[in-house]
């Protein structure tokens, strides 16, 4: 049975507050691991090289023993980020960036100590405001944990009936009461405790809330204290001991249970699942010398496993495959599966430059026995364009054109909230509007209503998008490539970004060498972005503005401002027809005119609701794909386009002709579009 999960926010009380978070800023001065360790040498400072951070003794209190250089790796308990300079005392819960470290040891270089008190940083930017908030999570948490009940206190039928609703019943009652697991009855959930430091105190929870649908599924609804961005959770990380040299990563908490009851292996539960590893989390996984990921059983999982693995360090980690026999652990227990045999017969991360065909036969075999997941994460509000691409895809291109004035930035911050609402981690990169107004338009297409007319119901939207996994660049006006793409790379660190949406392409030709030719610049910028999708995992939504061209006329790829670089890059091309002397229903359409998936490429027509800026709203009357006309070119990039253009007809084309006319006018479908073609298929 297919388990859905989805996550919410647990009613705290809190009041609204801007989230630093939501803003990437590019890295001012970008450090590298070279620099970290030139420091460190020059204040004489000792460190082991780790896996994703350098290994240093903390210098946040009064250290109990001196310890040399090269001494005891398990006594340095300091941990600094290769990639960003982030550290964090594993002793004292002290974290921050790497130029907070600079600070704290150039003071106790100038005043000649060798320890700082953690208060300096434990208060550092803490406003009052910041504080409240903590507070008032901290009681929630301790409210609902001490009205919870342990599993073993209730009555075995009431623990038997939990068990069959959160698909648990091999899970013995020893298992549930190792790693804490307790009940809250007011909302049916269970709970999973968050407990860290030196004291093992409680830091937050999860309520795991479990709801059957008609077709069968059990769908889970998460709820974290503190909220998800704040909630650093690898749960059963105090069951792990100091000496245990191999872990077992799990998307579950009842998958990490399965797995440790099963095989005795120390295992962990990443507190986001397949969706974001946090660096902050990298230190607590610096001691294991061999890393599985068994993150479920579908292909997004599998994605995410061998982005996790690029963080944690190739060479350690091995991925255990979904499959028919291999699903996720919780079914596999149920199912019976030696869980030990398939954690064993996991396949390495790391991966030489040049494979056979025996390497590439289970991916092959993955990809054509995952079709409907190999397609993509499907649209919710635009089931045509599902149709014609079938899904948003990691590590592709797509160039999306339409007139001045059309709506692209109204259609594309909708086409990427119906994403982002399915849990694909956003970047946007707005230079031609300020992210104030780009945020006002996608709360409204979120809320699908006029906030300013019900500013009552203001903050509880807010609440919901706030919860988004969104994040906005702070640039507007012309920008530098290499800045934006420091910044893209910083965020796809950070936040495990797999969708970048950069609007628009001109605003980045203007900060380039002003004495080389334009139209090269921008062959060269739309390179940089290729190789960044394919090199990142990640899917790039690139905005670039038509040529002028006439009114009456509808835009062509070839309409495209430059070479045919960007459509010859692009993996999808999308366009934003507009017809600018029809005022009636029906004048704005889409036009896929590339598709490297399958394809498949077709126009359906768009209604602009200005109440709540969407362009998903229905049609009046039944929707149909209707065939592009491609005229005759001799250019060769025109002709590659129209033959696949031509080739996909017959998919695209309904069971029968309809001789009434099409909601878009002008579209001529009658018989004589039929002339040569025969019957349409469906």
Same mark, same amino acid.
């Given at each position: 049975m297919?388990?859905?999960?989805?996550?919410?926010?647990?009613?705290?009380?809190?009041?609204?507050?801007?989230?630093?978070?939501?803003s990437?800023?590019?890295?001012?001065?970008?450090?590298?691991?070279?620099?970290?360790?030139?420091?460190?040498r020059? *204040?004489?400072?000792p460190?082991?090289?780790?896996?994703s951070?350098?290994?240093a003794?903390? %210098?946040?209190g009064k250290?109990?023993?001196?310890?040399?250089?090269?001494?005891?790796?398990?006594?340095?308990?300091?941990?600094?980020?290769?990639?960003?300079?982030?550290?964090?005392?594993?002793?004292?819960?002290?974290?921050g960036s790497?130029?907070?470290?600079?600070?704290?040891?150039?003071?106790?270089?100038k005043e000649?100590?060798?320890? &700082?008190?953690?208060?300096?940083?434990l /208060?550092?930017?803490?406003?009052?405001?910041?504080?409240?908030?903590?507070?008032?999570?901290?009681?929630? #948490?301790?409210?609902?944990?001490?009205?919870?009940?342990?599993?073993?206190?209730?009555?075995?039928?009431e623990?038997?009936?939990i068990?069959?609703m959160?698909?648990?019943?091999?899970?013995?009652?020893?298992?549930?009461?190792?790693?804490g697991?307790?009940?809250?009855?007011?909302?049916?959930?269970l709970?999973?405790?968050?407990?860290?430091?030196?004291?093992?105190?409680?830091?937050?929870?999860?309520?795991?809330s479990?709801?059957s649908?008609?077709?069968?599924?059990?769908?889970?609804?998460?709820?974290?204290?503190?909220?998800?961005?704040?909630y650093?959770n690898?749960?059963?990380?105090?069951?792990?001991g100091?000496?245990?040299?191999e872990?077992?990563?799990t998307?579950?908490e009842?998958?990490?249970m399965?797995?440790?009851?099963a095989?005795?292996?120390?295992?962990?539960?990443?507190?986001?699942g397949?969706?974001?590893?946090?660096?902050v989390?990298?230190p607590?996984?610096?001691?294991? *010398? *061999?890393?599985?990921?068994w993150?479920?059983?579908?292909?997004?999982?599998?994605e995410?496993?061998?982005?996790?693995s690029?963080?944690?360090g190739?060479?350690?980690?091995?991925?255990?495959?979904?499959?028919?026999?291999?699903?996720?652990?919780? $079914?596999?227990?149920?199912?019976?599966?030696?869980?030990?045999?398939?954690?064993?017969?996991?396949?390495?991360a790391?991966?030489k430059?040049?494979?056979?065909?025996?390497?590439l036969?289970?991916?092959v075999?993955? $990809?054509l026995?995952?079709?409907?997941?190999?397609?993509?994460?499907?649209?919710a509000?635009?089931?045509?364009?599902?149709?014609?691409?079938?899904?948003?895809?990691?590590?592709?291109?797509?160039?999306?054109?339409?007139?001045?004035?059309?709506?692209?930035t109204?259609f &594309?911050?909708?086409?990427a909230?119906?994403?982002c609402m399915?849990?694909?981690?956003?970047?946007?990169?707005?230079?031609?509007?300020?992210n104030?107004r780009?945020?006002k +338009?996608?709360l409204?297409q979120f809320?699908?209503?006029?906030?300013?007319?019900?500013? $009552?119901?203001?903050?509880?939207?807010?609440?919901?998008?706030e919860e988004?996994?969104?994040?906005?660049?702070?640039?507007?006006?012309?920008?530098n490539?290499?800045?934006?793409?420091?910044?893209?790379?910083?965020? #796809?660190?950070l936040?495990d970004i797999?969708? #970048?949406?950069?609007?628009?392409?001109q605003?980045?030709?203007?900060?380039e060498?002003?004495? #080389?030719?334009?139209?090269?610049v921008?062959?060269?910028? %739309?390179?940089?972005?290729?190789?960044?999708?394919t090199?990142?995992?990640?899917?790039?939504?690139?905005?670039?503005?038509?040529?002028k061209?006439e009114?009456?006329k509808?835009?062509?790829?070839?309409? +495209?401002?430059?070479?045919?670089?960007?459509?010859?890059?692009?993996?999808?091309v999308?366009i934003?027809?507009e017809?600018?002397?029809v005022t009636?229903p029906?004048?704005?359409?889409?036009q896929?005119?590339?598709?490297?998936?399958?394809g498949?490429v077709? %126009?359906f027509?768009?209604?602009f609701?200005?109440?709540?800026?969407?362009?998903?709203?229905?049609?009046k009357?039944?929707?149909k794909?209707?065939?592009?006309?491609? $005229?005759?070119?001799?250019?060769?990039?025109?002709?590659?386009?129209?033959e696949?253009?031509?080739?996909?007809?017959?998919?695209?084309?309904?069971?029968k002709?309809?001789?009434?006319?099409?909601?878009?006018?002008?579209? /001529?479908v009658g018989?004589?579009?039929?002339?040569?073609?025969?019957?349409?298929?469906q």
């Amino acid at each position: 049975m297919r388990r859905v999960f989805y996550r919410c926010e647990a009613n705290t009380g809190r009041t609204l507050k801007k989230d630093a978070k939501s803003s990437v800023d590019a890295p001012a001065h970008p450090v590298t691991v070279t620099d970290i360790k030139q420091y460190l040498r020059s *204040k004489g400072v000792p460190f082991h090289d780790g896996y994703s951070c350098l290994h240093a003794p903390s %210098i946040f209190g009064k250290p109990t023993s001196d310890v040399p250089e090269g001494g005891v790796k398990e006594s340095y308990s300091l941990f600094i980020d290769k990639t960003t300079g982030q550290f964090l005392c594993k002793e004292t819960l002290v974290e921050g960036s790497w130029e907070d470290l600079q600070d704290c040891l150039e003071v106790m270089h100038k005043e000649g100590q060798t320890w &700082i008190s953690p208060d300096i940083l434990l /208060s550092y930017s803490e406003t009052l405001e910041d504080q409240e908030e903590q507070e008032r999570e901290l009681k929630e #948490v301790h409210r609902i944990w001490s009205s919870s009940v342990p599993l073993l206190d209730l009555l075995e039928e009431e623990v038997q009936l939990i068990k069959t609703m959160f698909q648990m019943n091999k899970l013995t009652n020893a298992t549930l009461k190792k790693f804490g697991v307790r009940f809250f009855k007011p909302t049916k959930s269970l709970v999973f405790p968050w407990f860290s430091g030196r004291d093992s105190s409680l830091r937050g929870i999860k309520l795991l809330s479990a709801a059957s649908k008609e077709n069968g599924r059990v769908v889970y609804t998460e709820a974290t204290v503190p909220k998800s961005s704040n909630y650093h959770n690898l749960f059963g990380l105090p069951l792990v001991g100091r000496k245990d040299s191999e872990v077992v990563l799990t998307g579950s908490e009842i998958d990490s249970m399965a797995v440790s009851q099963a095989t005795g292996l120390p295992t962990l539960a990443l507190p986001r699942g397949v969706s974001c590893l946090p660096p902050v989390l990298l230190p607590y996984l610096e001691q294991f *010398k *061999k890393v599985t990921l068994w993150l479920g059983e579908d292909m997004r999982s599998w994605e995410a496993s061998k982005i996790f693995s690029r963080k944690l360090g190739l060479k350690r980690c091995s991925l255990v495959r979904p499959g028919e026999f291999q699903p996720c652990p919780s $079914e596999a227990l149920v199912h019976g599966r030696n869980l030990a045999r398939i954690v064993k017969a996991s396949i390495p991360a790391a991966h030489k430059s040049i494979v056979s065909f025996k390497q590439l036969r289970e991916d092959v075999y993955g $990809e054509l026995a995952n079709v409907e997941h190999v397609a993509g994460i499907k649209w919710a509000r635009f089931p045509e364009l599902n149709r014609l691409l079938k899904g948003h895809r990691n590590g592709e291109l797509t160039v999306f054109t339409g007139p001045t004035g059309s709506g692209k930035t109204t259609f &594309i911050s909708e086409y990427a909230l119906d994403l982002c609402m399915q849990g694909v981690n956003t970047l946007w990169g707005s230079f031609e509007i300020k992210n104030v107004r780009l945020a006002k +338009i996608m709360l409204t297409q979120f809320a699908m209503q006029r906030l300013e007319e019900n500013l $009552e119901q203001y903050d509880s939207w807010a609440d919901k998008f706030e919860e988004l996994p969104l994040y906005f660049m702070t640039f507007h006006g012309q920008q530098n490539v290499k800045t934006v793409l420091d910044t893209m790379q910083h965020a #796809v660190y950070l936040y495990d970004i797999s969708h #970048v949406i950069i609007d628009n392409l001109q605003f980045m030709m203007g900060q380039e060498n002003l004495s #080389v030719d334009k139209f090269a610049v921008q062959d060269h910028i %739309i390179g940089t972005f290729r190789k960044f999708a394919t090199s990142n995992s990640c899917h790039v939504t690139l905005i670039i503005h038509p040529r002028k061209e006439e009114d009456d006329k509808e835009l062509q790829t070839a309409s +495209i401002f430059g070479t045919a670089k960007a459509s010859q890059e692009a993996d999808n091309v999308l366009i934003l027809q507009e017809k600018k002397l029809v005022t009636c229903p029906g004048r704005r359409s889409l036009q896929v005119a590339k598709n490297r998936f399958d394809g498949d490429v077709g %126009i359906f027509p768009l209604e602009f609701n200005k109440t709540t800026l969407t362009f998903s709203s229905p049609v009046k009357g039944k929707q149909k794909l209707r065939k592009v006309k491609v $005229e005759k070119t001799e250019n060769p990039e025109q002709t590659e386009e129209a033959e696949s253009k031509e080739k996909a007809e017959k998919i695209l084309k309904p069971a029968k002709a309809p001789k009434a006319p099409r909601s878009v006018k002008g579209a /001529s479908v009658g018989k004589s579009e039929e002339n040569g073609e025969g019957k349409r298929q469906q």
